[in-house]
């Protein structure tokens, strides 16, 4: 139960899991939502188990933010709505899969025979694979039973590549009998890939053993570029499992995530854009705006308040607020109660103050319930550099126009009192981060609108990553860019005609709106 690296030597454990029978993948069910090309995305496993059990036991919405995502899925409507930018995609629930999941008829596996087999070999390009792999790894025990024994390896078993450790009495299918050996002895007929000492020369006698027919592959190892055998480099790794026999893992077709090879001579500025770099320092707060001078800028004064709760302490708008003798510096009364310019929502005037005071507290106020903004909202985004320029390439569905390309580059750093653990260290992991927009109207005008939020520092923010699990590590914030270049394999590439449309309403969700441009 063993992973072998065959270009480096690197051995790392496997492990098996399996989801509970009674659970969605168990059942064959899967949970996917509409994207923006109009396919269907499934959720993560464990998203699944949670919507179905929300499903199973008749409850007409399920909140995601326990688990980390902004939003809300309503079984009624089957839809999920981003609480902050109030977007609703489609989702179904499919039980059309067997577990485990797949997709279509299920692929065969790459793997050794247990039989020696008749007739003679294949010759076609990938049983030579085959067969060179399976001769690459013979030669990997081999050389550890020379170091073992001084003599050469006994020959084959019938039973299959490898030399299966004996069953005992010469019965069928018995276990051998435990053996106990002192730290880091070699055990015989057995992979000891895993101990010291054992990796590299393992590595170096299967490279020795790659007979010829099949031409060298240059790959990047861990010394450099080398000519290695594709039998090695050309596979993820084996899998040293439980009976001695590997299994070959082969990779996944990868997303053209760049454009090609770009010189300084290419790259031009954007038309119609100022510059080609933004650079953001951290700002610190302005402590001379008072909390309730703030709000009491954006609220009408309610005499009769309507009879119903106020959403953010959840006690009667009548009453007082929930948050009486904790705020209030100027001696504001808990049962003042004020209404939005904008939006008209109502609430206690302590509790908006409240609510004030545990935001970034940047002199702008956004409403808890329709998340309409007053005044100029910032965020939490950490320093960094943000370049912008045009790239002699197109964009799948833009065949016609160059490309917007943007790097963002954030270092690590220590958080700061607006994130989530001041004085602790942030990691920024990926950048620096490439995006790319088309060189059209309506491009340009996108990337003009991105540069006023990375200004506002809404671009990124600090958090947990919803892809590694990473916590204190600098995030995405609520505002979608295209990641891939020349394809869309990982739905972060074009074509996708919907996406400038979908980014323009994210940025008007934090208050970045057309308004904002400078003429």
Not at 431 to 451: M, S
Request: proline share 10%.
């Amino acid at each position: 139960m063993h992973q072998l690296r065959q270009d480096t030597g690197t051995v790392r454990p496997v492990r098996r899991n399996f989801y509970d029978p009674s659970s969605a993948p168990g059942k064959g069910i899967v949970w996917e939502w509409e994207n923006d090309s109009s396919s269907w995305t499934p959720y993560d496993m464990d998203i699944c188990i949670s919507i179905q059990n929300a499903y199973e036991k008749q409850h007409p919405w399920l909140d995601l933010s326990s688990l980390g995502f902004c939003y809300v899925i309503s079984f009624s409507s089957m839809a999920q709505t981003n609480r902050q930018t109030q977007r609703r995609r489609r989702l179904r629930r499919r039980m059309d899969l067997a577990y485990p999941l797949t997709a279509g008829a299920i692929p065969k596996s790459q793997s050794w025979p247990l039989g020696a087999g008749g007739g003679q070999p294949c010759s076609c390009q990938q049983c030579l694979l085959v067969t060179s792999t399976r001769a690459a790894s013979n030669a990997i025990l081999a050389s550890q039973r020379r170091k073992l024994h001084g003599a050469a390896p006994a020959a084959p078993r019938p039973g299959g590549a490898f030399g299966v450790p004996p069953t005992g009495k010469g019965e069928p299918g018995r276990a051998p009998a435990r053996s106990h050996s002192a730290p880091g002895a070699q055990l015989p007929g057995l992979n000891n890939l895993n101990r010291p000492g054992t990796q590299r020369a393992a590595v170096l006698g299967a490279r020795a053993a790659v007979p010829p027919g099949v031409p060298a592959l240059p790959v990047k190892n861990l010394n450099g570029t080398g000519p290695l055998h594709p039998a090695l480099a050309g596979m993820t790794g084996i899998l040293m499992c439980a009976a001695g026999l590997p299994v070959c893992l082969t990779r996944a077709p990868k997303p053209v995530l760049h454009p090609p090879p770009v010189t300084k001579s290419d790259i031009k500025p954007v038309p119609g854009v100022n510059g080609i770099c933004r650079k953001t320092k951290k700002k610190h707060l302005k402590k001379s705006k008072n909390p309730e001078d703030v709000v009491r800028r954006y609220i009408q004064k309610v005499k009769n308040p309507p009879d119903e709760d106020c959403t953010i302490c959840m006690e009667r708008l009548g009453a007082c607020s929930g948050y009486e003798g904790v705020l209030g510096r100027r001696g504001a009364k808990p049962e003042l109660v004020g209404k939005l310019g904008k939006c008209g929502h109502v609430y206690h005037l302590l509790c908006l103050v409240a609510m004030y005071n545990n935001g970034n507290r940047d002199g702008s106020l956004q409403c808890p319930t329709c998340k309409a903004i007053y005044g100029e909202k910032t965020g939490t985004q950490p320093p960094g550099k943000m370049e912008f320029h045009l790239i002699p390439h197109s964009l799948p569905g833009y065949g016609d126009s160059k490309t917007i390309r943007i790097v963002y580059d954030i270092p690590a750093g220590i958080q700061g009192p607006e994130h989530p653990n001041p004085g602790k260290k942030f990691t920024a992991r990926g950048f620096p981060r490439h995006c790319y927009l088309p060189d059209t109207e309506k491009g340009r005008k996108v990337l003009k609108l991105l540069i006023v939020a990375w200004e506002r520092r809404l671009v990124f923010t600090v958090g947990t990553s919803s892809t590694t699990g990473e916590s204190d590590t600098v995030v995405w914030n609520e505002i979608h860019h295209k990641t891939e270049f020349g394809s869309n394999l990982t739905g972060h590439g074009y074509p996708d005609p919907n996406y400038l449309d979908n980014v323009l309403a994210e940025l008007l969700a934090q208050g970045v709106s057309e308004a904002n441009l400078k003429d």
